[in-house]
């Protein structure tokens, strides 16, 4: 959510910004909300006049009253229950307002950074930087999914079964690599210097509507019946909203913090890759980094996040690139937004595994995150990014290592987490 006094004064500014976003529908917003507050501006200034009327009124009584004139005391008194009942109806006529301009200037999208690439859809998103040379090898790569049955390793139809489409069991070597990457991006994270958390999966809905976008909500998440609570479609949600309704002293930023979590989502998609096997599904795991930052460090920190997620994969041998999302393909918090993909030797083309954004104050604005300062309290920024989320990063492993002979060959980094296994061998 952007300022409306930033809105109030930079009109053209905030439409421009829709329009690179290519939300033509959403133009009218910004001149019925600069209508809304001014109305809302003027009933605030009518209530303070009341009041002061009112005071100064009050103050009367008391003297008539002292001096006998209750006759005028009484018509006084008769004054100020007016002005009591325009007050009530003009606060009522404020809140409604205030409601108003806070839902509206909630679906108007964040400002991007001027660097941001103008493009209606991902489709457009521009190609930074590939690190890793991506290998084509002489041999064939199965399927993600047959490389893990052929590991004895995943069950789809039992999963069918037991919770319908969109589900899983990883099972035996594969489960236990599923863990062991986790494992290894969690210590990863922490010799980066940041802070370890295990966060609540479920959120009540005004941190929802604080993180997120209401058309984000409505695509995402799970809500959990007959109460306000919603399941987690990353640890991002609860950990941004640990700082809710905050006011954060300067000496203990930046809050740099790396989690662990289960991740509810109810699209499953059919674009990219095949339905078959584990690439878009209704539950994964994952490891988050978040940083909560003085606003002039937030650029800097965005920087480093994304390269951390592309240390972690090339540490373990895998291609990957760099896309600068585009205006159209950019959620409407964001300022800025990265991903990283990964190479797929099978398909011979890279495919999304992590994404980095900035969102600069709006999420702050929405969950109330301010900083302590000299001269008032002012708002933090918030980023996020994914260090690692199988079991998408198994099928980019898998393809990565696997052998003609169909064994998977395990890099140095992981074999701690692995018992020391070296190679993993096909079971059928």
């Known amino acids: 959510m952007i300022d409306i006094k930033f809105?109030?004064?930079?009109?053209?500014?905030?439409?421009?910004?829709?329009?690179?976003?290519?939300?033509?529908?959403?133009?009218?917003?910004?001149?019925?909300?600069i209508e809304l507050d001014?109305?809302?501006?003027?009933?605030?200034?009518?209530?303070?006049?009341?009041?002061?009327?009112?005071?100064?009124?009050?103050?009367?009584?008391?003297?008539?009253?002292?001096?006998?004139?209750?006759?005028?005391?009484?018509?006084?008194?008769?004054?100020?229950?007016e002005i009591n009942d325009k007050l009530t109806e003009n606060e009522k006529l404020e809140t409604e307002y205030a409601e108003k301009v806070t839902n509206i200037m909630m679906?108007?999208?964040?400002?991007?950074?001027?660097?941001?690439?103008?493009?209606?859809?991902d489709s457009e998103n521009v190609e930074n930087e590939k690190f890793g040379?991506?290998?084509?090898?002489?041999?064939?790569?199965?399927?993600?999914?047959?490389?893990?049955e052929s590991l004895c390793g995943l069950d789809l139809d039992a999963a069918r079964r037991v919770a319908g489409n969109g589900f899983y069991y990883l099972v035996g070597d594969v489960a236990r690599l599923h863990s062991a990457i986790l494992s290894y991006a969690r210590d990863f994270m922490i010799n980066k210097g940041f802070t370890y958390c295990i966060p609540p999966y479920m959120i009540r809905s005004d941190v929802v509507t604080g993180v997120m976008s209401f058309e984000e909500m409505d695509a995402m998440m799970y809500k959990i019946e007959g109460e306000d609570l919603?399941?987690?479609?990353?640890?991002?949600?609860?950990?941004?909203?640990?700082?809710?309704?905050?006011?954060?002293?300067?000496?203990?930023?930046?809050?740099?913090?790396?989690?662990?979590s289960p991740c509810f989502r109810k699209e499953k998609g059919a674009h990219g890759?095949?339905?078959?096997?584990?690439?878009?599904?209704?539950?994964?795991?994952?490891?988050e980094m978040i940083v909560v930052c003085e606003p002039e460090d937030s650029y800097d920190w965005y920087e480093k996040m994304w390269n951390y997620t592309?240390?972690?994969f090339r540490s373990m041998d895998i291609p990957v690139r760099t896309l600068e999302c585009c205006s159209g393909d950019l959620a409407d918090l964001k300022a800025k937004s990265v991903d990283v993909e990964a190479w797929s030797p099978r398909q011979q083309k890279y495919f999304e595994v992590g994404s980095c954004s900035n969102l600069t104050d709006a999420q702050a604005r929405r969950l109330g995150i301010r900083i302590k300062g000299e001269k008032g309290n002012y708002y933090a920024h918030t980023l996020n990014n994914t260090v690692v989320a199988p079991p998408r990063m198994l099928i980019a492993f898998l393809e990565n290592h696997y052998q003609e002979d169909g064994t998977i060959t395990i890099p140095e980094v992981l074999r701690p987490y692995m018992g020391g296994i070296e190679i993993l061998k096909p079971k059928k």
Request: proline share 5%; no cysteine; net charge neutral.
């Open 273 to 287: 890759i095949e339905e078959r096997g584990v690439y878009r599904i209704h539950q994964f795991e994952k490891q």
């Open 133 to 148: 040379e991506p290998v084509v090898p002489k041999y064939e790569i199965p399927y993600h999914a047959d490389i893990m």
């Open 38 to 81: 001014a109305k809302n501006r003027e009933l605030k200034l009518a209530g303070d006049e009341l009041r002061s009327k009112r005071n100064t009124l009050s103050n009367q009584i008391g003297g008539l009253m002292r001096d006998g004139k209750k006759d005028e005391a009484e018509k006084i008194k008769l004054e100020v229950k």
């Open 107 to 121: 679906k108007i999208p964040n400002i991007m950074h001027e660097s941001v690439p103008i493009g209606k859809d």
């Open 310 to 312: 592309v240390e972690l």
């Open 230 to 260: 919603y399941l987690i479609g990353t640890s991002e949600h609860s950990m941004i909203g640990k700082f809710k309704e905050q006011i954060l002293d300067k000496a203990n930023l930046p809050y740099t913090m790396t989690s662990y």
């Open 7 to 33: 809105l109030r004064e930079n009109p053209d500014v905030v439409k421009e910004n829709i329009k690179n976003k290519f939300q033509m529908h959403k133009l009218a917003l910004v001149d019925e909300v």
